[in-house]
Antibody, heavy 120, light 112 residues
Framework: QVQLVESGGGVVQPGRSLRLSCAAS????????LHWVRQAPGKGLEWVAV????????YYADSVKGRFTISRDNSKNTVYLQMNSLRTEDTALYYC?????????????WGQGTLVTVSS | EIVMTQSPLSLAVTPGEPASISCRSS???????????LHWYLQRPGQSPQLLFY???NRASGVPDRFSASGSGTHFTLQISRVEAEDVGLYYC?????????FGGGTKVEIK
């Protein structure tokens, strides 16, 4: 069965960096796009970034563009989110989600999330 | 950016009664391939979102048939024919036609 397990969250000061990981199993990793979606405490879902199946295409929400970088290692079945220059408004539960296709179909499986708290 | 607007914000439903959630997009979600890139998710309390419907009206695996979904290019509807206790949670629509991908604000469904 499809599994997505996020890790790397924690408490970090504003301006610092953090790298999230999402380890995948149960499907052909190299055939699927992957997304990061976040949810601030008590708020709705906000899409953050997407990477295509081969890593050749990446897009970001305006709120994180220039600060966050999505990447993937198909040999390790893992997708990453490098978060730099963190702000208090980046505090959220970060979900990794699989795209049903190679690029922008729909998100069909989600992980349990990893919590990022940006606070001084 | 495509803006997704859901209504109502919340609804309280008596078990066994129907419920309906609306989602409108600021532009058509119909792609040239004939598919509408609108999807529905349910986030139960304390859980991750789960896919209910994809490409407007295709029921995801395991979703009970009391749920149905439909839509035109810009107006979409999720319906529950007979609400059960397990249906409580936040319902979101989402478009994947173009980046940035966007979600509706969510509709909270509670049991009366």
């Amino acid at each position: 069965q499809v599994q997505l397990v996020e890790s790397g969250g924690g408490v970090v000061q504003p301006g610092r960096s953090l790298r999230l990981s999402c380890a995948a199993s149960g499907f052909t990793f190299s055939s699927s796009g992957l997304h990061w979606v976040r949810q601030a405490p008590g708020k709705g879902l906000e899409w953050v970034a997407v990477i295509s199946y081969d890593g050749s295409k990446k897009y970001y929400a305006d709120s994180v563009k220039g600060r966050f970088t999505i990447s993937r290692d198909n040999s390790k079945n893992t997708v990453y989110l490098q978060m730099n220059s963190l702000r208090t408004e980046d505090t959220a539960l970060y979900y990794c989600a699989r795209d049903r296709g190679r690029w922008l179909q729909y998100l069909d499986y989600w992980g349990q999330g990893t919590l990022v708290t940006v606070s001084s | 950016e495509i803006v997704m607007t859901q209504s109502p914000l919340s609804l309280a439903v008596t078990p066994g009664e129907p419920a309906s959630i609306s989602c409108r997009s600021s532009q058509s979600l119909l792609q040239s391939n004939g598919h509408k890139y609108l999807h529905w998710y349910l986030q139960r309390p304390g859980q991750s979102p789960q896919l209910l419907f994809y490409l407007s009206s295709n029921r995801a695996s395991g979703v009970p048939d009391r749920f149905s979904a439909s839509g035109s290019g810009t107006h979409f509807t999720l319906q529950i024919s007979r609400v059960e206790a397990e249906d409580v949670g936040l319902y979101y629509c989402m478009q994947t036609l173009q980046t940035p991908l966007t979600f509706g604000g969510g509709t909270k469904v509670e049991i009366k």
